[in-house]
């Protein structure tokens, strides 16, 4: 709840606003049957038709002043609750942005897409009804007990003495409510991940005709997200029935002993009548409680959620750098004695005592210097992009030591650093926008840039026989695009800037081997101070790269030019063997 009371102190002037309106409306609301008794046990009896209409007038004027202050509450409270949403899920997404990975695997994707969709959503409401059942319900309750107090001190003691036993009726099961409600946002994760995969791998699905398989295994996170919802909605209406049996016996002690002291000619008319309305409006207020707490259960759980993210701290620390005098360091890139294990957190061991991890590389070393090109070879799982997010500090190394440029990775803000690379990521991104926009990515590159980035990544062809040619409008994901198109629009993403060094990740997989083999000249050609690291199956790819790192398992089994290589690696000549043969067969 600290992030809703964050968040409203924020907006504590417009907040403060909607509230005084809306105290305004529900007392107005709590005079209409204090007038009513005036009128029926006071006026009436006088015979006097003017004060009857004067009344009867007044009447009408504070009715209507009470919609009105109501209806202006109302409105105010809707535009604080979105305006203070839009405000949570953009504070959300930008906190999701700057997440490391450790942190961003942690949390996972589906369980965040949620805390940005359902969660924001139940803080919203929330928001909203602490500025309207928050001010109406209290005020109902208490300001009904207290005017029926001033009427008839007797007859109100019957809802004094039944108020604490609704109250803690709705603390108890509020308090049983709110870890149920937890778990039904933990069960919709599991959900949104089942329905992410499935939409983003329907093809797949289609294709080897698993959709009833599929569809059983949602039935089933499903169902049980159902039954976990079912059984804290269940308890959070516990309360809802007692309080009806309460409030009913209650009205019914009312009206007996107020029909008996009438006539008895101890009380008028009008008062047990405006009694039987204030006891409804104090019904209405225990009602209202009620509502507050079911929302504020799950609006707490939701916003511990998503609190939860916003106050992760950056394990992405940057050391103060020390220039140091002498000549510039020709090295791009170095790797010393590097291990990492993914779901280490922080990086550093000594935080997860105790803890076993397979390491995705162990002691990886080798330097490349600035204008060499890196070729990266091994079977699928081997540790080759591993080695790109640590370069671009996505991870923390657990052991060993990353520089870029001779300086440590460590004194380097991640802007800073990122900025030196163009990347081409393996199943990279195409949003749905244009070509063009795809291309400068919201960098503001010159026009001539993003131009010589198309025909260097070889899409120049594709893209001018395009009616719209930059500016053809690329569907989700690309969907539109064929499988080459999409990587060389990537590949031209990562050229237009002219990075300091390049990495890509098998980013030519779907190209025929002519045109990679023109990409990877043109690169060559035109990037001449670009360091290249690129990650490929395809010995093809890498034979002409300065050095080749050949990884098996996370450990280096081969590194050198790739003559070295032929003569002193057997994995690295056996695979050569295998491709260049069924090449020239």
């Known amino acids: 709840m600290k992030l809703i009371f964050r968040y409203l102190k924020k ?67 809707i535009d604080n609750a979105h305006r203070i949403s839009y405000e949570v899920r953009q504070a959300l997404f930008e906190k999701t942005m700057n997440l490391t990975g450790s942190q961003f695997d942690a949390f996972t994707l589906p369980s965040l897409i949620s805390r940005m969709t359902s969660d924001s959503y139940n803080v919203q409401s929330a928001v909203q009804q602490f500025q309207t059942l928050c001010v109406r319900a209290p005020i109902m309750l208490v300001g009904g007990i207290a005017v029926a107090s001033f009427m008839d001190f007797g007859l109100a003691k019957i809802m004094i003495a039944i108020m604490p036993v609704l109250v803690l009726v709705i603390l108890f099961v509020s308090s049983r409510g709110i870890p149920l409600y937890s778990k039904v946002q933990d069960r919709l994760d599991e959900v949104v991940r089942i329905m992410r995969e499935n939409i983003t791998g329907i093809r797949v699905v289609k294709a080897l005709s698993k959709e009833n398989y599929e569809i059983r295994r949602f039935e089933t996170a499903n169902r049980d997200m159902t039954k976990t919802d079912i059984r804290a909605v269940t308890v959070m209406a516990i309360p809802s029935p007692l309080m009806q049996l309460c409030l009913n016996s209650g009205l019914t002690l009312v009206v007996l002993i107020g029909a008996s002291r009438v006539n008895q000619g101890l009380m008028k008319p009008g008062v047990i009548l405006a009694f039987l309305t204030y006891f409804n409006m104090i019904a209405m207020g225990v009602m209202g409680l009620n509502r507050i707490f079911m929302t504020l259960s799950k609006a707490s759980a939701s916003a511990d959620r998503i609190d939860a993210v916003l106050q992760t701290e950056d394990n992405v620390f940057v050391i103060e750098h020390h220039e140091e005098t002498g000549e510039e360091s020709d090295e791009a890139v170095r ?139 690329a569907a989700i994901r690309g969907a539109n695009l064929s499988g080459g198109q999409k990587q060389r629009i990537l590949v031209a993403r990562a050229l237009a800037a002219k990075p300091e060094i390049l990495i890509l990740d098998d980013s030519s997989s779907a190209l025929d081997y002519r045109t990679d083999a023109a990409m990877r000249r043109a690169i060559n050609e035109n990037y001449p101070d670009s360091t290249v690291v690129m990650i490929a199956q395809r010995v093809s790819s890498v034979m002409n790269m300065t050095n080749i790192l050949v990884l098996d398992n996370g450990r280096c089994i081969g590194y050198g030019s790739h003559e070295t290589l032929m003569k002193e690696c057997e994995p690295y000549r056996d695979i050569y063997e295998i491709q260049m043969g069924a090449m020239r067969q």
Request: charged residues 25%; contains cysteine.
């Open 335 to 473: 790797f010393d004695h590097v291990s990492f294990a993914y779901g280490e957190g922080s990086g550093k061991a000594e935080d997860f005592a105790g803890e076993q991890r397979e390491n995705a590389l162990d002691d990886i070393s080798f330097v490349l210097k600035k204008g060499e090109s890196l070729g990266i070879i091994g079977p699928t799982g081997c540790g080759k992009t591993t080695i790109v997010n640590l370069m671009m500090r996505f991870y923390e190394v657990t052991e060993g030591e990353i520089m870029i440029d001779g300086r440590r990775i460590s004194t380097y803000g991640k802007k800073e650093l990122r900025e030196k690379f163009g990347t081409v990521f393996q199943n990279d991104m195409i949003f749905q926008d244009t070509l063009r926009e795809n291309i400068d990515f919201g960098r503001e590159l010159e026009e001539e840039h993003i131009h010589n980035a198309v025909d260097h990544a070889m899409a120049s062809e594709f893209v001018n026989s395009l009616k719209e040619g930059l500016d053809y409008e």
């Open 11 to 77: 907006y504590k002037g417009a907040v403060a606003l909607a509230i005084f309106i809306k105290l305004i409306g529900t007392l107005s609301e709590l005079l209409l049957p204090y007038i009513l008794e005036h009128i029926i046990d006071d006026v009436v009896p006088l015979n006097d038709l003017k004060r009857v209409i004067f009344w009867g007038l007044m009447m009408f004027v504070v009715t209507i002043l009470c919609r009105y202050f109501n209806v202006k509450a109302n409105g105010k409270a």
